[in-house]
């Protein structure tokens, strides 16, 4: 059974087997699910709520997609754009763990996130990914993504822009 739903007290578990199979932990995708700037996974779950209130910065929303109750990987979903986002970053961010990738999980994560932005009124979505990425670039392509002009950060690295129309 494939879930695509916020974080629960009871899937400390499933997060803890999912955050310890990235190999450099502060390195995961979407940055919304690094674990390590928390004490505790009760901490997680009140930063998750709490980028949901939109008190500091852009409000946003993330999603865990599970598959018979294992965590493969989760999209963080930004309810608008800032000047930032529209450079790097924006509407929706997603990662999947390394031993489940290839397996269409990334597409599935996607696919629901836009959704979600949809219920938000969001027309058109804006997704980034590094110019080294080719594997999230594939999945954007994949699900309908048009490639814009790049940013230029300001460490010379390339960011490739795309926008899915909803």
Request: contains cysteine; proline residues 4%.
């Amino acid at each position: 059974m494939f879930e695509f739903r916020k974080l629960k007290r009871e899937d400390e578990a499933a997060f803890l087997d999912y955050y310890n199979e990235w190999p450099v932990p502060d390195e995961m995708v979407p940055s919304s699910t690094n674990f390590s700037r928390y004490d505790h996974f009760e901490q997680l779950l009140e930063g998750l709520n709490h980028q949901e209130s939109g008190d500091d910065w852009v409000k946003n929303s993330t999603y865990f997609y599970f598959d018979n109750g294992r965590i493969v990987g989760a999209g963080n979903i930004r309810h608008y754009l800032n000047d930032a986002l529209l450079e790097t970053g924006g509407h929706i961010g997603y990662g999947v763990r390394p031993s489940a990738r290839n397996k269409g999980y990334a597409s599935a994560i996607l696919q629901h996130s836009l959704q979600y932005l949809e219920t938000l009124g969001v027309d058109k979505a804006l997704l980034t990914c590094d110019a080294d990425n080719p594997a999230s670039a594939s999945v954007i392509l994949k699900n309908r993504g048009i490639e814009a002009e790049p940013f230029i950060q300001a460490d010379g690295m390339k960011v490739r822009r795309f926008w899915i129309h909803i």
